[in-house]
């Protein structure tokens, strides 16, 4: 098989450029380990994470399309109440966490919408669910991917003039000598503040496995988890408390903080206003992320709100899954969903009530939500992946709010994007606990998609020049789609004009002419000038 563009990976950034090259003109090749396409927001189960102003402003025109459309699909599908349906800023979950909080599969129909024009015309093909397995490289050129049917075993090498991984974990970047690092680096390299004094490639964020729930009548008691006994006397040092529990860090005072779990609370869904810069809305945990709020629809229509468990109780931290053996790695995996299970067979026997009892059988675990067999997320939510060695790299000092103030974040000659979160990291395999920094609004640089060496290959997903310190904010959904977006805008200008994204980044001239491509595709560049954010 040939084509003009290889992507591996079919998450939000692989999504975003495979729409961007197609538009382009470039013919292109998809491959998604998964059932879904969507990564983050439909086979990981994970609402969007976003910043507060995203109805206004700071996400890429298409990105809007994309949010706008899974609010048209409510509209046009579901029974919602005549006082929701014309709220013009839906949030169908209502849930704390992101203005948008939605069921995974109405974003996969999304998606697979704005993808349904270019696969018709033959130019996309997408490939599932395949996952690459080697590569042909010479002279600092990919020549081609091999990749593997996950259900038969059959291989297919595809040559390619242009490659991108927009896998969760880096996948390619190994498989092709692609110079890269994993974990923290070093404050004697990177002289960021929050880095630990030596480097440690293993210490590695958190991963976990999502689930959805609902709570009605009746006994929904899942089987006893095989690891539930060693999940339940599970007690991290830094935790305050039983891992499996309502109770977890704040990840600003790293005080153990006791949540509240009410299911149905009858709040006033219409009236939630996800900001988590003013509320970090995790009191109550069955609202935090909360994917439908019944009370939005019309009565009778739904027995039960629907809840996205991604708690801090089902983070997987014990060791790390990346640059393993593949054993180790499929059998932490699998102990990671034992962790997911076990918090929810805790939360249907022994869990305290708001009414003084234990235990809520009547919780009852939606795998049709998610699209699976066992109703987990059919995939892991990686917060960390490996990561290039870029250009540029992104350091702490060019975000945080301590270092920067009132200046804002460092402003990049050859910023291709902008985005906005905290830095957020979750507890580490390294034994840390959260690192939470605040942040300014911030730009991307191109610099930072641009690999040292490798001169046809692009990252498009966690996989850009950033550290373990600033992965932690742009790492979320927006930022994401926007790094896919233009890694598929630069694979086809670089084609048209028979550069390597290095030489194109070397010429000041030909950066801005992108520059202006990307902005006249509804990029943003920079933030507008607001005060205070």
Known sequence: MKTELLIIGGGLGGVAAALAACERGLRVVLTEEYAWLGGQLTSQAVPPDESPWVEMFGITASYRKLRDGIRAYYREHYPLTPQARAKVDLNPGAGWVSKLCHEPRVALAVIESMLAPWRSTGRLQILQPWIPVAAQVSDDQIEAITVRDVHSGYEQTIEADWVIDATETGELLPLTGTEYVTGFESQAETGEPSAPAVADPMNMQAVSYCFAIDHVDGNHTIDRPERYDHWRSVHPDFWGAPLVSFTAPNPRTLEAMPRVFDPNPGDDALAVNADQSRNAGDANLWVFRRILARDQFTPGSYDSDICLVNWPSIDYFEEPVIDVPADLRDARLADAKQLSLSMLYWMQTEAPRPD??????????????????????????????????????????????????????????????????????????????????????????????????????????????????????????????????????????????????????????????????????????????????
């Open 356 to 533: 003084g009892g234990t235990g809520f059988p009547g919780l009852r675990l939606r795998a049709d939500v998610v699209g699976s067999s066992d109703g987990l997320a059919q995939a892991p939510y990686y917060r960390e992946s490996r990561r290039i060695r870029a250009l540029t790299t992104i350091l702490e000092q060019d975000v945080s709010h301590a270092v920067r103030g009132d200046a804002g974040a460092r402003s990049w000659d050859d910023s291709i994007g902008v985005g906005m979160y905290r830095i957020d990291l979750h507890p580490s395999t390294g034994g840390d606990n959260y690192i939470d920094v605040a942040s300014c609004p911030f730009q991307i640089p191109l610099g930072a998609l641009i690999p040292v060496r490798l001169r046809n290959l692009l990252p498009a997903c966690k996989n850009i020049g950033t550290t373990h310190i600033t992965n932690g904010c742009y790492r979320l959904h927006p930022v994401e789609w926007n790094i896919g977006e233009v890694a598929g805008h630069l694979a086809a200008t670089c084609a048209a004009e028979g550069l390597a994204p290095q030489q194109l980044h070397a010429s000041a001239e030909r950066t801005a002419d992108f520059q202006r491509t990307v902005e006249g595709a509804g990029i943003p560049l920079a933030w507008p000038v607001v005060a205070p954010y």
